[in-house]
T-cell receptor, first 114, second 114 residues
């Protein structure tokens, strides 16, 4: 079974810092990987989607990388802002017969202080 | 609609009662997913619908849980004889089709079983 781990569980940084969130997965036979953001009491918002054939995706101040062979992905946030405070979730879709389900990590809770 | 809509947003029920949770996906999205998010846990896959195909029910935790999707659009998740361990946020998501597409999540239903 695919296991997804996110480190750290929580992170607090001052505004303006660049930061990296880590995601690791145990089965490298993946179809794609997504990074989501979840605000308190809200659903998830998809930030970046990386297909298995891709190495990275960028959107604004966000950059996600994928190293499938080592089972790792990172989400890089440049010039962090208080509005970036949220929980960030990594999810992997595996190449299995029942590959519809995304396997989620437990998330990294990010606090950006003014 | 503009996004995935879930109702009710909050539901408090007594142990042993049945509950129905509703999800209205984005118009035109053929794939629909139900996930459960328990306090301190990652998202847990429950069930997946794709068009008129038989649903993937592999994530349903017990036979007290069932779901249907009428007319390929609105979905209802039913929990019979609710237990306290069923308390969680139930999230619905949809995508254009299965595969490499982004998932769009609703805001969820917070279920509390007393």
């Amino acid at each position: 079974k695919q296991e997804v781990t996110q480190i750290p569980a929580a992170l607090s940084v001052p505004e303006g810092e660049n930061l990296v969130l880590n995601c690791s997965f145990t089965d490298s036979a993946i179809y794609n990987l997504q990074w989501f953001r979840q605000d308190p009491g809200k659903g998830l918002t998809s930030l970046l989607l990386i297909q298995s054939s891709q190495r990275e995706q960028t959107s604004g101040r966000l950059n996600a990388s994928l190293d499938k062979s080592s089972g790792r992905s990172t989400l890089y946030i440049a010039a962090s802002q208080p509005g970036d405070s949220a929980t960030y979730l990594c999810a992997v879709r595996s190449n299995s017969n029942s590959g519809y389900a995304l396997n989620f990590g437990k998330g990294t809770s990010l606090l950006v202080t003014p | 609609g503009a996004g995935v809509s879930q109702s009710p947003s909050n539901k408090v029920t007594e142990k042993g009662k049945d509950v129905e949770l509703r999800c209205d996906p984005i118009s035109g999205h053929t794939a629909l997913y139900w996930y459960r998010q328990s306090l301190g846990q990652g998202l847990e896959f429950l069930i997946y619908f794709q068009g008129n195909s038989a649903p993937d029910k592999s994530g349903l935790p017990s036979d007290r849980f069932s779901a249907e999707r009428t007319g390929g659009s609105v979905s209802t998740l039913t929990i019979q004889r609710t237990q306290q361990e069923d308390s969680a946020v139930y999230l619905c998501a949809s995508s254009l089709r299965t595969g490499g597409e982004k998932l769009f999540f609703g805001s969820g239903t917070q279920l509390s079983v007393l």
